[in-house]
C-alpha cells in the first residue's frame, strides 16, 4: 500500500496534504458549478457555454441526462488532452468529470425563478464561474472547453478566462437555434460574468497597484514610503533619453487603498516627480500572499 501510495505521489508531484486539499476544492468547486447549472441555468431554459452547453442542447431535444451527455462526450476530449496536458491536470479533470456529471443527473437544487432574466443569468453566472474557479484552484478542469482553453494557454498565451469565452460564444450561437436569440444572448451576459468570476478566483480577487516613481529625491521617498505606508521598495536604475542623467527608479507594489494615500505622500516630497500607476491581477510573495512557502502558514502552501 505503501508503495502505492508513492507511486501517486511521485506521478502528481504533491504530498497526501495537498493531494487532500486539491480533492476539496474540486467537490466544493463541483457542487456549487452543478448548483448553478440546475438551480439557475436549466430552470429558466438558458444554455452554457462548452460541452456542457452542447449537453444542455441534447437534453432540450432528447431529454438525455446532462450528466450522461456530458460526461460521454468529455470522455473524448480528456483522452485527447492527455496528449497535451501534464498527467497530473488530467487525472484531477478526470475526477472532477466524475463528480460533476453525477451531480448534473442527480443533484436537484431548488429552482430559481426572476422576471427579469438578467437577474437569473447574473445568478447562473456567479455560481458557474466561482464554482469552475475553485476547481481550477484544486487543478482539476470541468473538461471539455476548459482543457481547450488550457492548450490555447500553454501553447499560444491566451488567457484562460478568454480562451474559455471564445470557445462558448461559439457554442451559444449555436444553441440560439434550439433557445431563441432572447435568451442566448442573456446566456451571453451569463458566460462574461462567469469568465469574470473565473479570473478573479484563478488569478486573485484584490488586484493590487504598481507604482513606478522617478523623482530627484528618490532616497527621501523611499524613507517616508517605508516609515509611514510600511511597504519595501525595489530601486532600478535608469537614464533620461534626452537629458542622459542617470536616475533612480523606485518600484513598489500596494493595495488599492494605499494607492492615494502613497502618491499624496510621494507629491509632498517632491512635487514635481514622474508617478506611473498600473493594475497589477496578483502579487505571489511575502507580505501579500497566504499562501506562501516562507510563511507559518507554509503547510497550506500549494506549489503550481
Request: net charge positive; proline share 3%; charged share 15%.
Amino acid at each position: 500500500m505503501e508503495k502505492v501510495e508513492t507511486k501517486l505521489y511521485k506521478l502528481l508531484g504533491m504530498n497526501r496534504k495537498e493531494i487532500l486539499f486539491s480533492l476539496i476544492m474540486i467537490v466544493i468547486g463541483s457542487i456549487i458549478y452543478t448548483y448553478g447549472v440546475n438551480g439557475f441555468i436549466m430552470p429558466n431554459k438558458f444554455s452554457s457555454g462548452g460541452v456542457s452547453g452542447l449537453a444542455i442542447i441534447i437534453y432540450y431535444l432528447t431529454n438525455i441526462g446532462i450528466g450522461t451527455s456530458n460526461f460521454l462526450l468529455n470522455t473524448t476530449i480528456v483522452i485527447l488532452g492527455w496528449r497535451f496536458l501534464e498527467k497530473r491536470t488530467l487525472i484531477f479533470t478526470g475526477i472532477t468529470l466524475t463528480i460533476v456529471s453525477f451531480l448534473l443527473n442527480y443533484f436537484t437544487p431548488p429552482p430559481f425563478y426572476s422576471e427579469n432574466l438578467l437577474i437569473s443569468a447574473a445568478a447562473g453566472g456567479l455560481c458557474t464561474g466561482l464554482g469552475m474557479g475553485i476547481i481550477l484552484r484544486g487543478r482539476g478542469t470541468t473538461a471539455g472547453t476548459d482543457i481547450i482553453a488550457l492548450m490555447l494557454k500553454k501553447y499560444l498565451g491566451i488567457p484562460f478566462a478568454s480562451a474559455v469565452l471564445g470557445c462558448n460564444v461559439i457554442v451559444v450561437f449555436i444553441s440560439s437555434f434550439t433557445i431563441g436569440v432572447e435568451k442566448a444572448i442573456v446566456t451571453l451576459i451569463m458566460l462574461f460574468i462567469s469568465s469574470k468570476l473565473i479570473n478573479a478566483v484563478t488569478e486573485g480577487f484584490d488586484q493590487k497597484k504598481s507604482i513606478m516613481v522617478v523623482s530627484n529625491e528618490p532616497n527621501a521617498i523611499a524613507e517616508e514610503v517605508v516609515h509611514k505606508i510600511d511597504r519595501g521598495i525595489t530601486v532600478l536604475y535608469g537614464r533620461g533619453y534626452f537629458s542622459k542623467t542617470e536616475k533612480q527608479v523606485l518600484y513598489i507594489v500596494v493595495s488599492r487603498y494605499q494607492s492615494l494615500k502613497i502618491q499624496r505622500l510621494i507629491a509632498e516630497v517632491d512635487p514635481h516627480a514622474f508617478i506611473s500607476v498600473s493594475d497589477v491581477q496578483q502579487v505571489i510573495g511575502q507580505g501579500f500572499t497566504f499562501f506562501n512557502p516562507t510563511n507559518r502558514n507554509d503547510k497550506f502552501y500549494l506549489k503550481y
